[in-house]
């Protein structure tokens, strides 16, 4: 039987090839979209949690950058229960990168932060205090700076070498690595230093870094900084943007299934469309093979077949080159390609039952035809 | 013994509210096993109308087709299947055999549904062997001549050895030479395996090859000669 199935699908092969791209196309959406989507919710939520301490800002200040509390704010936070270290840092613009394009968006997100290495001392939960190449700063420090390495990257930066920054020029003492993109991208210097750059006001900081004694009471501090200060300072924890990021990519991912799933219908309708066609085409043929003693169920059973064989072979094929896209944009984005068994085999039973029902009705309706009728065509 | 019986057979047809066209009117007769019989005709006169209800591929409005004992208006389709596949061949003007698929594979073809053995697979090349087209067997039916098309088609009908081959018009698409070579094809299968033959044919100069020919009519019978010549091919 699977000999004339194929002959079947191989007699009018344009039509086969384009029902198969159809198909192909609703596959590799699905395995495409729905891994990356699944990648970045992953991603999102590792370079979230990654950062375990709370920002206290401004209340009402939209980010970091905009956000000015007053010096005597580090005390009163080291008093709040729970509290093992408060860390004071300045942020500001460094988009003025020596090498960089002004209008290159990446500007948007490189800015200088200052620090107090005395206070952040062996902070290590912040990622860029982790320096792999080099040394960390010191309180001694004047016009050194660490960078991330995506930054160093791109800058085809090293160790010793200068960097231009708002116009001034400081030496590269070390390089961090994280695995949160966006403070790869920092450049970390003596608070001073900063403060000098940005110019931003004496007895000011743009926030702080508050550390629990115990990461588990994360919560339980926030909400403690957030009823103490109410109405002056707002309390930030990375895990509740992490949560409203996964919330937001897991709604994304519906959609993106939507999005997938009607390029699968419209796959599976073409699947349908080649299958009405071929049986209308066929439709002496049928006749000819009932006369003969073929049962209605196997003239059912053949184009149900023809049917199945054209999904799962564009199944398979639209899995690989989902495969292959959600690499490549893996590759180029750092955002990781979330492909899994699962995923594969909801994607090839999505192709299975395009098949099915694509083959259904046009085999229904052959087999409801008489022999006679089919006979004569 | 009759392996056919036919008796008061109806297939009436309604066109428009009024008009009823009779194709087959109040037809009986018997077909012994191992006959072969002639249905000729003008066009219209309801010879292929009655060889479809013998093949069970139609239903009379009235009456009974009886092969081999079973008894055809009380079947359903899976039965009729069975009657099709275990006691029937047929043979078309057309060919019909399935493009795409070689000639030995049209052969196999009423097999495809049921499993295919290597005993029957073996037969099959010795049909195409027997009728001269052994070469041909992996070539497809578009590569094939009118009459080679035709002998995979009666290779084809015997594959489940049937007890009765129907044959609609088995010459009309081929020239006389071709045509004469099939007939004298069924005669040697009808003598030797005893296979039953009946054939539709519009075509006179055939009679003179066959021992029993019914004549219709506006869908009746109007002779049934069982004295035909015969004549050698």
């Known amino acids: ?377 | 013994m009759d392996i056919i019986t036919v008796k008061n057979l109806k297939k009436y047809y309604n066109i428009g509210e009024h008009n009823e066209v009779k194709a087959i009117d109040d037809v009986s007769f018997e077909v012994e096993k191992g006959e072969f019989l002639a249905i000729v005709g003008p066009s219209g006169s309801g010879k292929s109308t009655l060889l479809h209800m013998l093949g069970c591929l139609d239903t009379p409005t009235k009456g009974e087709v009886i092969i081999d004992s079973s008894k055809i208006h009380e079947l359903n389709e899976d039965e009729l299947s069975n009657i099709r596949f275990t006691k029937l061949g047929f043979i078309f003007q057309t060919f019909n055999l399935i493009p795409g698929v070689s000639a030995v594979d049209n052969v196999l073809m009423p097999l495809m549904p049921y499993g295919i053995s290597s005993a029957k697979r073996i037969y099959s090349h010795k049909l195409l062997k027997k009728f001269g087209i052994g070469r041909r067997a992996n070539h497809d039916p578009g590569e094939l001549s009118g009459g080679e098309k035709q002998r995979v088609a009666v290779a084809r009908s015997l594959i489940n050895n049937p007890k009765i081959i129907l044959a609609d018009e088995p010459t009309g698409q081929l020239d006389s030479k071709t045509g004469r070579e099939i007939i004298r094809l069924m005669r040697e299968l009808n003598s030797k395996n005893k296979i039953t033959f009946i054939m539709v044919t519009h075509d006179e100069t055939l009679l003179q090859y066959v021992k029993r020919v019914i004549r219709l009519k506006d869908g009746k019978i109007i002779s049934d000669d069982k004295n035909g010549k015969m004549l050698d091919l």
């Open chain 1, 1 to 377: 039987m699977i000999k004339i199935i194929i002959s079947n699908l191989l007699r009018n092969k344009r039509r086969s090839f384009l029902t198969l791209l159809g198909i192909l196309i609703g596959v590799a959406a699905i395995i495409s979209l729905v891994s990356v989507s699944v990648g970045l919710t992953q991603r999102s939520a590792e370079l979230l949690t990654s950062f375990q301490g709370i920002f206290v800002l401004e209340e009402g200040a939209v980010d970091v950058p905009y956000s000015f509390v007053e010096e005597e704010y580090l005390n009163d936070l080291k008093r709040v229960p729970g509290v093992e270290l408060v860390v004071p840092e300045i942020w500001g613009s460094a988009n003025s990168i020596e090498g960089l394009n002004g209008d290159s968006p990446l500007s948007n997100f490189l800015f200088i932060v200052g620090i107090d290495p005395k206070i952040a001392g062996n902070y290590e939960a912040a990622p860029y205090y982790s320096v792999t190449e080099g040394r960390k700063l010191t309180s001694n420090d004047r016009n050194s700076v660490v960078v991330g390495s995506t930054l160093a990257d791109m800058f085809d930066l090293s160790v010793g070498k200068t960097l231009k920054i708002n116009g001034k020029t400081y030496t590269l003492i070390g390089i961090f690595e994280t695995n949160n993109m966006l403070m790869s991208l920092l450049v970390i210097t003596n608070i001073e230093t900063a403060r000098e750059v940005t110019g931003f006001k004496e007895g000011y900081y743009s926030n702080f870094q508050v550390v629990p004694n115990n990461p588990g009471d994360l919560k339980l501090v926030k909400q403690r900084i957030e009823s103490r200060f109410e109405g002056k300072l707002q309390a930030i924890s990375m895990q509740d943007s992490a949560e409203l990021i996964t919330s937001f990519i897991s709604n994304l991912s519906v959609a993106l299934w939507f999005i997938s799933g009607i390029a699968g219908v419209v796959g599976g309708i073409g699947v349908m469309n080649t299958m009405l066609m071929s049986v209308m085409e066929r439709i002496q043929e049928f006749g000819v093979l009932k006369a003969i003693g073929w049962r209605n169920k196997d003239v059912m059973t053949m184009i149900v077949m023809e049917s199945i064989l054209l999904s799962l072979i564009g199944g398979i094929i639209g899995v690989i080159i989902g495969f292959l896209v959600s690499t490549l944009v893996s590759y180029y984005t750092s955002i990781p390609s979330a492909i899994d068994f699962g995923l594969i085999m909801q994607a090839m039973f999505f192709a299975l039952i395009m098949g099915v029902v694509g083959g259904l009705y046009p085999a229904y309706k052959s087999s409801m035809m008489s022999p006679i009728e089919a006979v004569k065509g």
